[in-house]
């Protein structure tokens, strides 16, 4: 009980709170899924999760490293694994099947490197140069399985990630140019390369070259139907029509059942956990903290704008979800990563560690 009490009042309480509401909103929508397989599973990998989140919040800075370069290392070799591996989704090699579960390593990879690489770089602020040389190389190394898989959408979130936290670090306006041409090359070199790109590109630009619009058409047809305050819980159509509907389309779903006031409860309580936490980094001065948070932030913000700007036809689609609030084990448990992680960077008996 002495344990709970010292937790509650060491953590940041409101982002807590707000991380707590944003997922109970992926749990109601989840109930409007008319599959009970799935709302078992969505309940079950959301309890899961806050377990995680709240053992990762009460650690200390030095063993949320630890754990993060285990987890880098397995994760790596699964996903090495993966390529060799015949079990395919939509023509994509991303999962390994583990009895009736599969698991996505570059989902959850991603707050794991984002804490290795804001060590790595603080570390080279301390004048210890090698260590930048070594994750450019892990960091490749990471895009390029990512890439083969083939995943555009995750390359270039732990792309912007990466060169935000760089950014941050005091990199060169230059080398920022640098990065987007990186980001523009592969998006480009993607498309020309992967039919499932060029497929979803096109249907963005409007049905070029005969591309299907089927989702986006639906999509923006379920905020329509939605209005103001929706068609109620579990009255919507789109999750009947449209593949992926707990997942990549979500927040359309949210739209059509519980309206655009609700909606907006989802995008003010992401906003608040981003900028509470932009808040909370300027009151720091540790470089690595600056850089973990920094880079934790950016990527949940980047997540969250990706899957809410393809429901709204913004931009092409990308497969990613709404982070805490869509269905997905992999999903779940690499939000509970980086929240967990958020909150033991800014926890208060980790302020002189």
Request: proline share 3%; net charge positive.
């Amino acid at each position: 009980m002495r344990y709970l009490q010292n937790w509650w009042h060491t953590i940041d309480r409101i982002n807590f709170i707000l991380i707590l509401s944003l997922g109970i909103t992926g749990l109601i929508l989840s109930f409007s899924i008319n599959e009970y397989f799935s709302i078992n599973r969505h309940t079950v990998f959301f309890m899961i999760s806050l377990g995680l989140l709240f053992i990762l919040a009460g650690l200390d800075n030095k063993s949320i490293r630890r754990i993060s370069l285990f987890a880098f290392i397995i994760l790596i070799f699964l996903m090495f694994l993966i390529l060799f591996l015949d079990y395919e989704v939509k023509g994509a090699k991303r999962w390994i099947q583990i009895f009736n579960f599969t698991l996505q390593p570059s989902e959850i990879i991603k707050p794991i490197f984002v804490i290795l690489s804001a060590w790595c770089i603080s570390r080279s602020i301390e004048d210890k140069k090698f260590y930048l040389p070594v994750l450019f190389i892990f960091c490749l190394v990471l895009l390029g399985l990512i890439l083969m898989q083939p995943d555009l959408g995750m390359t270039v979130l732990v792309s912007a990630t990466f060169f935000c936290q760089l950014f941050v670090a005091g990199l060169s306006i230059y080398l920022v140019i640098l990065a987007f041409l990186f980001i523009l090359s592969i998006s480009i070199f993607s498309y020309l390369i992967f039919d499932h790109v060029q497929s979803r590109i096109n249907s963005f630009l409007g049905g070029l070259g005969g591309a299907d619009t089927y989702q986006i058409d639906l999509s923006l047809k379920a905020f329509a139907n939605g209005g103001l305050f929706g068609k109620g819980p579990g009255q919507g159509i789109l999750k009947e029509k449209i593949p992926d509907a707990n997942t990549d389309f979500i927040f359309a779903v949210a739209g059509e059942e519980l309206g655009f006031i609700f909606c907006l409860i989802i995008i003010l309580i992401i906003l608040s956990i981003i900028v509470r936490t932009l808040l909370n980094v300027l009151k720091l001065d540790d470089p690595y903290k600056i850089l973990a948070i920094s880079g934790l932030i950016c990527s949940f913000g980047l997540q969250c704008l990706i899957n809410i700007f393809s429901s709204l036809g913004l931009i092409p689609t990308k497969g990613m979800t709404l982070p805490f609030v869509s269905y997905g084990g992999s999903s779940m448990i690499s939000i509970a990563l980086l929240f967990g992680f958020l909150l033991s960077l800014t926890n208060k008996k980790n302020e002189n560690l």
